[in-house]
């Protein structure tokens, strides 16, 4: 059985350290944090031990959460890696490209896995929605929170912003031609909305809001392609799949053009596919637990965690 633990146990760490002491696939060794008194509680609360030092830690077990300011990430998943320990960092993977570089080379290097915990990938509704989406040539996300202290360390395109950037990255399969962006800081030093207009080699264009400032929390990202229109809630979570049927060209023509009498419902087929119900953090930790176990790459690579910063990090050029 996988011997885990928890570095960092603030606000996204307690999860972690919550789903990790209900997985059958691992042991919760303990939990490690700077600040004492927040890891005694999340310890006792778990029924696990706060360890003295990160070192104390990663001398016990196979891998670990890190869920530390993103300012750290680069420092403290180095240490885990060097001491040969399995690491899921929160997103985004780094505060740099080059420190993501390292972070990536390392891992390789010492065949480890490194998994980065854009969490979305496991959102039911994205998983339900992926395999409907082929070829979109034009894609619009909007994901609005409400004003909340945590997180302003970063700008709203780290914060809020690369989730989408990663699912996006994922599902256009083409190299991006050309990054164009705006965005302003309002409540906080960083820039606390922002959009971003990618363009893709094969023509597709995203258009990505985010936005820490919202009256309201929105996650929705909606896909456009040749022969479907795929629309995505993750928070309700619901996705909607408008499918072109299969007719002539010719009829289509005539029904679109009131020649023959017909409506939407004569062109179109309509379908919500079921959700799972399977909570996504759960999902990720038991993913991560497999590519441990098993050597696969993870789900979320280091890879993809670098791809995305590094997008992330040119609509901050541009901002800037």
């Known amino acids: 059985m996988l011997r885990v633990g928890v570095i960092g146990v603030g606000h996204l760490g307690r999860f972690h350290t919550r789903v990790y002491s209900e997985l059958p696939a691992c042991e919760l060794v303990g939990v490690y944090d700077d600040d004492r008194t927040r890891s005694g509680v999340i310890a006792e609360e778990f029924s696990t031990r706060v360890f003295d030092s990160m070192s104390e830690l990663l001398g016990t077990v196979d891998a670990v959460s890190v869920a530390v300011p993103t300012r750290a990430h680069h420092r403290i998943g180095l240490e885990c890696l060097k001491n040969d320990v399995h690491v899921l960092i929160e997103k985004p993977i780094a505060s740099t490209v080059s420190e993501a570089e390292e972070l990536v080379a390392v891992a390789g290097e010492r065949n480890l896995r490194l998994q980065i915990g854009h969490i979305?990938?496991?959102?039911?509704?994205?998983?339900?929605?992926?395999?409907?989406?082929a070829s979109p040539m034009f894609v619009e996300a909007h994901r609005l929170g409400i004003f909340a202290p945590r997180g302003t360390d970063v700008p709203v395109v780290l914060d809020l912003?690369?989730?989408?950037?990663?699912?996006?990255?994922?599902a256009v399969d083409s190299p991006i031609e050309r990054i164009d962006a705006v965005g302003v800081p309002v409540l906080s030093p960083n820039v606390d909305i922002a959009n971003a207009r990618l363009t893709f080699a094969n023509g597709c264009v995203a258009n990505l809001t985010?936005?820490?400032?919202?009256?309201?929390?929105?996650?929705?990202?909606?896909?456009?392609?040749?022969?479907?229109?795929?629309?995505?809630?993750?928070?309700?979570p619901k996705v909607e799949v408008f499918r072109k049927k299969d007719i002539s060209p010719e009829k289509l023509l005539e029904i679109a053009t009131g020649k023959i009498e017909g409506g939407l419902e004569d062109v179109v087929d309509f379908t919500a596919?079921?959700?799972?119900?399977?909570?996504?953090?759960?999902?990720?930790?038991?993913?991560?637990?497999?590519s441990v176990s098993t050597g696969d790459k993870p789900t979320v690579s280091g890879k993809d965690g670098l791809m995305a910063l590094e997008v992330a990090t040119e609509i901050l050029r541009q901002i800037s």
């Open 210 to 236: 985010a936005s820490r400032v919202s009256r309201e929390r929105i996650r929705k990202i909606r896909f456009f392609q040749r022969d479907a229109y795929i629309s995505i809630d993750c928070m309700a």
């Open 273 to 290: 596919p079921a959700m799972d119900g399977a909570d996504a953090l759960e999902m990720e930790l038991a993913s991560f637990l497999r």
């Open 120 to 133: 979305e990938r496991f959102n039911q509704a994205i998983r339900a929605a992926l395999c409907e989406i």
């Open 161 to 170: 912003m690369i989730h989408d950037i990663d699912l996006i990255l994922t």
